[in-house]
């Protein structure tokens, strides 16, 4: 059975204080591995995908990376605007446009 | 260029009622689905389409009907409402990129429905 774990459940960073977000994953062949945004009361935002072990992506303060086990979200020097939930997730066994999502870290950053 | 929009945001029903969310997109993507957010819990696939006519279920599809009768619009049908299905609702719509999708989904803003 697919798996997607987040950690932490929060983080609550100090304005320029960099860190990172880790997703988890067991899937029988990974087809790709997504990262979002989500905002309250919006609909989750796409960052990035990911697929094989070694890829990275990068977008302004944030940069995702991929092992064969898990993903990291890196945020360097982060701004109040960088206060989100970031989910990530992975295609669901339904179909590879249908998604798995874990249940997020919800960010802080402190000016 | 609207995207992904549902409706209504909110939505207050008695437990019984019925009640139809509305989704629509302007992209001309292929694939759409409904997801639900809990608190706690990971968005969960309720049903999806992969193009006009054909609809499926996904991981929770009890007490929820689906039909896609044009590309554009997905709506989401709750038969009888019951307070298990107090929820945050999405709609998402993506293109088709076979077993490797290139690109995420694009996700309405969401209809907060309270069943009481």
């Known amino acids: 059975e697919d798996q997607v774990t987040q950690s932490p459940e929060a983080l609550r960073l100090q304005e320029g204080e960099s860190s990172s977000l880790n997703c988890s994953y067991t899937?029988?062949?990974?087809?790709?591995l997504f990262w979002y945004r989500q905002d309250p009361g919006k609909g989750p935002e796409f960052l990035f995908t990911?697929?094989?072990a070694g890829e990275e992506k990068e977008k302004e303060r944030l940069k995702a990376t991929l092992t064969k086990k898990e993903s990291f979200l890196h945020i360097t020097a982060p701004k109040p605007e960088d206060s989100a939930t970031y989910l990530c997730?992975?295609?669901?066994?339904?179909?590879?446009?249908?998604?798995?999502f874990g249940t997020g870290t919800r960010l802080t950053v402190i000016p | 260029n609207a995207g992904v929009t549902q409706t209504p945001k909110f939505q207050v029903l008695k437990t019984g009622q019925s009640m139809t969310l509305q989704c629509a997109q302007d992209?001309?993507?292929?694939?759409m689905s409904w997801y639900r957010q809990d608190p706690g819990m990971g968005l969960r696939l309720i049903h999806y389409?992969?193009?006009?006519?054909?609809?499926d279920q996904g991981e929770v599809p009890n007490g929820y009907n689906v039909s896609r009768s044009t590309t554009e619009d997905f709506p989401l049908r709750l038969l009888s409402a019951a307070p298990s299905q107090t929820s945050v609702y999405f709609c998402?719509?993506?293109?088709?990129?076979?077993?490797?999708?290139?690109?995420?989904?694009?996700f309405g803003q969401g209809t907060r429905l309270t069943v009481v």
């Open positions: 998402a719509s993506s293109p088709y990129s076979g077993n490797f999708p290139t690109v995420g989904a694009f």
């Open positions: 997730a992975v295609p669901h066994q339904t179909g590879a446009n249908n998604l798995f």
């Open positions: 992209m001309n993507h292929e694939y």
């Open positions: 990911l697929y094989s």
């Open positions: 389409s992969v193009g006009a006519g054909i609809t």
């Open positions: 899937v029988s062949g990974l087809r790709g």
